[in-house]
T-cell receptor, first 115, second 113 residues
């Protein structure tokens, strides 16, 4: 079956540090890949996505590149802010015709940014 | 545009009580989902509905029932609540396409004593 593996947290950084959160996946075919962010007390919201190999998703200074050869979709940001403190989820959606496109989520990585 | 709306936001129950969590979406999505989120466990799928009138079990369906009342609404029922069902419950919806994200509600925080 499909699976998503994320690095365990929490990841603790100082403001303006470089961020990487690793994500690797196992899936058949060519899934779409997503990063979601969850702020305290809220639901998950889409941060960025990539739908085919070598695509780069980007939003709010975050980037991730769909690497088919390494089955990875690592999240990066050049300079984090305190407001980026949240839990980040990597997810895949299978590329299946018919039926429901049930996604598979990683377990989430908590990011804590100190001033 | 409200997106996905869940009610209630908080609830405390006693063991053995029943309750229904409500979810509604206004994006005309076919697919709707119920998840629970527990510390260290990520999101676990309880039930999903690919279209009005259909429901299917997810990873952790025991102790729950669902109803897809119409295209907009998908409810989750706990018939006899147990302490192990203390969790944060999220409803989500999306279109029938692999490259579209899920849209989540803000969650229902449920405590069972």
């Amino acid at each position: 079956g499909n699976s998503v593996t994320q690095m365990e947290g929490p990841v603790t950084l100082s403001e303006e540090a470089f961020l990487t959160i690793n994500c690797t996946y196992t899936a058949t075919g060519y899934p779409s890949l997503f990063w979601y962010v969850q702020y305290p007390g809220e639901g998950l919201q889409l941060l960025l996505k990539a739908t085919k190999a070598d695509d780069k998703g980007s939003n709010k200074g975050f980037e991730a590149t769909y690497r088919k050869e390494t089955t990875s979709f690592h999240l990066e940001k050049g300079s984090v802010q305190v407001s980026d403190s949240a839990v980040y989820f990597c997810a895949l959606s299978p590329n299946a015709s018919g039926g429901s496109y049930i996604p598979t989520f990683g377990r989430g990585t908590s990011l804590i940014v100190h001033p | 545009n409200a997106g996905v709306t869940q009610t209630p936001k908080f609830q405390v129950l006693k063991t053995g009580q029943s309750m229904t969590l409500q979810c509604a979406q206004d994006m005309n999505h076919n697919s709707m989902y119920w998840y629970r989120q527990d510390p260290g466990m990520g999101l676990r799928l309880i039930y999903y509905s690919a279209s009005e009138g259909t429901t299917d079990k997810g990873e952790v369906p025991n102790g729950y029932n669902v109803s897809r009342l119409n295209k907009r609404e998908f409810s989750l029922r706990l018939e006899s609540a147990a302490p192990s069902q203390t969790s944060v419950y999220f409803c989500a919806s999306n279109t029938d396409s692999s490259n579209q994200p899920q849209h989540f509600g803000d969650g229902t925080r449920l405590s069972i004593l």
